[in-house]
């Protein structure tokens, strides 16, 4: 059973940068990959970017495409994402979640791949 946990969240202001943490409780962290997601008010979850057990391949959407970097640190059993050029749309709970793969290569950006997911951090871009 992976545990996770997020944190770094909180309120910025637009142009500013955050760095999210995703620590999980499972020793061998890079047979997973792992995802990060985030809710909106009034939206559903949606994908934001994914890594894979390696870090050697990752994958973004396109709303955060060149402002968002995903890496991981299995040594620390922790994934971070770098959040720089925030905007107001991005305000959200933001989510990790992680799976395990057959291959060290694998991500994935479909939320039912993920089996295990963090409790959330709120990170609030103001105007």
């Known amino acids: 059973q992976v545990q996770l946990v997020e944190s770094g969240g909180g309120l910025v202001q637009a142009g500013d940068s955050l760095r999210l943490s995703c620590e999980a409780s499972?020793?061998?962290?890079?047979?997973?990959?792992v995802g990060w997601f985030r809710r909106a008010p009034g939206k559903e979850r949606e994908f934001v970017a994914t890594?894979?057990?390696?870090?050697?391949?990752?994958y973004f959407a396109d709303s955060v495409k060149g402002r968002f970097t995903i890496s991981r640190d299995n040594a620390k059993n922790t994934v971070y994402l770098q959040m720089n050029s925030l905007k107001p749309e991005d305000t959200a709970v933001y989510y990790c979640?992680?799976?395990?793969?057959?291959?060290?290569?694998?991500?994935?950006?479909?939320?039912?791949?993920?089996?295990?997911w963090g409790q959330g951090t709120q990170v609030t871009v103001s105007s």
């Open positions: 979640a992680a799976y395990r793969t057959f291959s060290s290569s694998e991500n994935s950006e479909n939320r039912y791949h993920y089996g295990y």
């Open positions: 890594i894979s057990g390696s870090g050697d391949n990752t």
């Open positions: 499972e020793g061998t962290f890079s047979n997973y990959a």
